[in-house]
């Protein structure tokens, strides 16, 4: 399933970079659990970076981007620094919502990135609405909405992407297929094969399952969805093939997985993947290992910011109810 | 009088002076466009501004709220129709966990300027499925502007307001108000959010109503003077912002209230208010706190079932004479 | 599209009285609706008989149907009296409900049927549920879903379809499709040509379209799928193509038809199909005249008993809320 | 004590019990089969009763509720988990416009004994969009039984009655309380639907609290007795039905009262209640009735920030002090 594309050095240097700092970040998170320092859930996104560091590198900085409560690298990929991004998961001040939010909530708006929706499925239609907004607005701009394979089973899913196709909006629906929901494997739970592509026909789309693991497929992928989408001639759907490292959350071990599942996916873990191409683009080992030093030290940075950070203001709990930035609902 | 207009007529000319004054402002929902909506409460929006500003929709009431709230947080002033308020059960998900969050999850990065219009309320004979007050669903979830108007010139001066807000309003147009009229609403006429109407003064009983009891309050307040009792008439207009304020200073004077509601009794707004007034009020109160809501079953569809279960202006009429006079 | 089937002269004679009972039941809704003897909304079926008719017609008395706020046709398929369905409507105590279901939800229970729901795609997830229930009681029933094609794009049909497949429960999805919603055509807000045949694939089920106006065709390919169900080898979806006599509802002219569009339809009106059927089958004019005075008196009858019959009592609005037959929710 | 179980327990052996006595009970939801329930609510149940009596579904709320729906009609006794009581939102459709009517809209000739059980609730950091106490959506809807247990007795006694109710009931279940103990149920526990419980008993006051805000006012109660001021509590347990009368006859005897929910003061369950006593108690209060809910906002991922929003022993004795000295 290798991506034939190619990519120039340069570019494959800066993905690496970027999906280090994220797998770093992702893995700081899960220390800072295990430490105390991070409260309530989280959902890590590591095995999954491919998704979304190839989809970002395939849009512009203008495009829309919806993302699940799995959704940290998504809102780095569009900009979120390490630092904001652990600093929500502490609850400081310098969090990108001050700790209102949380892990499931991450959003960078700067980027576009328009939010981390917790309820499967909701952040369909909206990203729907966003590619709509763009057809009015005449601004040339795509809407991506990434999800899991279990959303595909969820009414709003189904709703979503029919509006989209009768109106051929500029929306490109990214699946991340990891084979399973919670804890039980979406094929026991689902009536066809692929749960995102085999579904695209009832709307008159093309089926696309690809590697969700090597970042070249799946930017070229989304590039080809992204074009087709400004040229007006409506969304897609791309099933990307992908695992996740970590258990559901937090608290899951998951035990669930087939004995030497988990061993045949970091055999294609998107990390190793992207450094056999930087390999195979010429890259040199030296170069390689300064990227991953950057990665860390930038890593290691945002952790310490992040912990000396304060926390966020208890008065914070009262701000952005409304438009006027406060919580007053009654005289 | 000749000009006067209907409440329906109203909901299409609200749409439509804003329509006129911001572009960003698009309609979506099923059968709004060439067919005028299914009340005909958007009739004339269509030839007016065209398929890019009038959008038919699919059944697909979660696709719709969802994709006016993409819009909304991305440049566009979207006003959604669910064509039933029962319908916003089917879309709930989008209006009491999605639109009300946003922004403060988000810590301010993404706000949600849509409205979401429907039509709310019983006393037509539609049954149990097609007739409820559900005002009452939203009132539990904050972050939710609520708008019901009672008249038609409200619902221009809510529309306005509701439109230009930055926060997502849900907009309960009452069926059985539709055909009721009332003088048309002057040019730039905008009604607060928030603030609600003293109808009628009076000195010994507020009376409290909001939408479809208005009427039933107001004719009550009416037989009420004919027997002597001065009622004051308050008319909410909001339930979020609740103008609390202007409860509270009518009680101070008349020091009875009573709050009719068309909602079923057990979580109506009236028990909100009613807990309110009987704590910031206890020292001004002479009587209980009543509220005269609907009985806690679902609507009959016969007409005559109906009317067992919805409140009437006897009622009111009865309950008021016996406060007034405790 | 006509039938190959063969039906013997007794049951298309049976087929054609009650198919004809049904027309004149609506019929005399709508006149009564124009008298203002009925109140609130209506929606009839007239042109829909053969449906109803037809599926009536290959199940089991004990198989459970569930219909929606177009439902009369179904719910008299089923064994509902035209006495107590204008009873219904008239809010008499001889209603099927007393007055307290009205129009759109019909019910006869005696007959499985099991309601008609009013809010589009509510029941499709019910019929799966009575189809589960059947196999978790080793009951042997079928159950049949009838809907619009509007309701193809909610999310409720999309999650029952799937929740069928993937169980295998002996559901039959069978869509009217009569080419409109209310007052929009399918056509205009659907991704496919055929929005119930056309979204089978999405569950692994075959594409099946019929034609919806021929009692024949309905009953034999609901005849197979029932067989099917039975077996223990899962759900259809059958998507007959069928159109509405009257407007949408009560208040609606239905000026939205293309010109002709009636008139092409009325030519091949369930009722004019089968009587061509019974002549086919050697059934003569006289006995089939007989067969429609006898259906139009019963009609007749109906109407004048539901006339004669008393308004609900004034206390049924406050029973069968709760298990003990009451309303009361507090002490 | 040894032989203590906590809620969470608590629930599957609830559940346990009555698929032992009644074959027609059956359980469907998400991961709660061998995954034993992504709370380890429905621990153990798999392994007794095995793929035929539990059953795993896709992420389809709507289609869990209304299959659970379509089998309650036809003879079984289904009980459907929704993981987090917010997915309701999903369902609501099913949750409001069609279990609570299906008795009523078909004249009583088809009923819907089923239990849609949920995790509600905040106070563990889950955030805006998982943490809602949401059983005031369903108040608002005329035919759910509504019941919160807050302990693992009473989760037991609740839900045998539950799933024995020819009713539709939604049982909440308590994200916040599934750590916490209690003695366990004896064998046969039976609670009856809608009958509160005198906690404590007391003669100045009367605090009145449902599921997570029952150790807050127990808390608040023993602190308030170490002030001299004796507090009476009562756990509602059932908000449908409602039982006023152990609340009126309690308010008889202390003349205060002060209601605690967890959920936002707008439209929450204690307006209802405030309201029938300001109006069937009035004349026995000596004080305003009071209400301490959360505040009118989204609840924050950060615990100090949640903490800020949510009700707490310090502010409920205040309170207290203030109106039983006042
Ligand atoms: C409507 C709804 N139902 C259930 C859940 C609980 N839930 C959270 S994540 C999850 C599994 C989702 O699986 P998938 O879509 O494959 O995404 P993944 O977690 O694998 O990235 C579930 C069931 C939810 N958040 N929303
Ligand atoms: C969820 C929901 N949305 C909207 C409606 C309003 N409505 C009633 S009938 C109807 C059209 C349904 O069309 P179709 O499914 O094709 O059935 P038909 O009326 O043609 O038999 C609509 C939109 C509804 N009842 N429920
Ligand atoms: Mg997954
Ligand atoms: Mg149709």
Chains 1, 3 share one sequence.
Not at chain 1, 181 to 210: C, F, K, N, Q, W
Not at chain 2, 58 to 82: D, F, Y
Not at chain 2, 159 to 188: C, N, Q, Y
Request: proline residues 5%; charged residues 20%; contains cysteine.
């Amino acid at each position: 399933m290798a991506g034939s594309a190619v990519a120039s050095p340069e570019s494959l240097s800066g993905w690496y970079e970027q999906m280090l700092v994220i797998r770093g970040t992702e893995k700081a998170a899960f220390d800072l659990f295990m430490s105390g320092l991070v409260k309530g859930t989280t959902h890590l996104a590591a095995g999954h970076e491919a998704v979304a560091v190839g989809a970002s590198a395939a849009l512009e900085p203008d495009d829309y981007v919806w993302a699940t409560y799995r959704g940290h690298h998504h809102a780095m990929a569009r900009g979120l620094s390490a630092e904001a991004c652990l600093g929500e998961l502490m609850s400081k001040q310098t969090g990108s919502s001050q700790g209102k939010g949380g892990s499931m909530h991450m959003t960078y708006a700067p980027g576009n990135m328009m939010g981390s929706y917790a309820i499967i499925g909701s952040h369909l239609p909206m990203a729907v609405g966003s590619a709509w907004s763009s057809v009015l607005r005449q601004s040339g701009q795509v809407s991506v909405a990434f999800f899991g394979d279990g959303a595909t089973n969820i009414g709003a899913f189904h709703e979503a992407i029919n509006l989209a196709a009768v109106w051929r909006l500029p929306v490109i629906f990214v699946c991340e297929n990891n084979l399973y929901m919670e804890y039980t494997p979406i094929s026991s739970v689902t009536a066809v094969e692929h749960p995102a592509a085999d579904r695209a026909g009832a709307y008159s789309l093309p089926r696309i399952v690809i590697d969700g693991n090597d970042v070249v497929v799946v930017r070229d992928e989304v590039a080809k969805a992204a074009a087709k989408a400004r040229a007006g001639e409506g969304p897609s759907i791309i099933e990307c093939l992908t695992y996740r490292h970590y258990g559901h959350s937090r608290t899951d071990p998951a035990k669930y997985r087939p004995e030497g599942e988990l061993e045949q996916w970091l055999m294609r873990d998107p990390v190793k993947v992207l450094r056999e191409h930087l390999a195979a683009a010429g890259v040199g080992e030296d170069e390689i290992g300064e990227i991953e030093q950057r990665a860390q030290h930038a890593v290691l940075a945002a952790i310490e910011a992040a912990k000396a950070a304060p926390l966020s203001d208890p008065a914070e709990a009262f701000t952005d109810v409304w438009a006027d930035g406060g919580s007053q609902w009654r005289t | 009088m000749a000009d006067l207009i209907t409440y329906r007529e109203a909901i299409a000319d609200g749409i439509a002076r804003e329509m006129r004054l911001d572009p960003s402002v698009v309609c979506l929902g099923e059968d709004i466009g060439a067919a005028g909506g299914v009340f005909k409460s958007t009739q004339g929006l269509f030839e007016e501004f065209g398929p890019t500003r009038i959008w038919d929709t699919p059944i697909s009431e979660q696709a719709i709220v969802g994709a006016a709230m993409g819009a909304a947080m991305t440049g566009m002033r979207p006003v959604a129709e669910i064509m039933f308020s029962d319908f916003l059960a089917c879309c709930w998900d989008f209006i009491a966990n999605e639109m009300p969050k946003v922004r403060y999850m988000t810590g301010g990065q993404v706000k949600v300027p849509m409205v979401v219009r429907t039509a709310n309320g019983g006393g037509l004979g539609f049954g149990a499925q097609h007739s409820q007050a559900v005002e009452n669903w939203a009132l539990s979830v904050p972050g939710l502007v609520i708008a019901a108007p009672s008249t038609p010139s409200d619902v221009v001066g809510l529309m306005a307001s509701a439109i230009r807000s930055d926060d997502p309003v849900l907009f309960f147009e009452h069926k059985a108000l539709f055909a009721t009229k009332g003088e048309p609403a002057p040019a730039g006429h905008v009604i607060p959010l928030g603030q609600a109407n003293v109808v009628r003064t009076g000195s010994e009983i507020t009376l409290v109503g909001l939408a479809w009891s208005m009427p039933i309050v107001l004719e009550a307040a009416e037989l009420l003077a004919q027997q002597g009792i001065s009622a004051e008439v308050i008319d909410l207009r909001t339930l979020v912002p609740l103008d609390a304020a202007t409860v509270l200073s009518s009680v101070s004077k008349t020091s009875r209230i009573l709050i009719v509601e068309e909602n079923p009794f057990q979580g109506g707004w009236g028990g909100t208010l009613a807990s309110i007034v009987a704590d910031e009020g206890f020292y001004d109160l002479d009587a209980p706190v009543k509220r005269i809501a609907a009985a806690s079953v679902p609507l009959a569809f016969a007409t005559h079932l109906e009317n067992e279960l919805l409140p009437s202006v006897a009622l009111t009429v009865e309950t008021a004479v016996r406060m007034a006079t405790s």
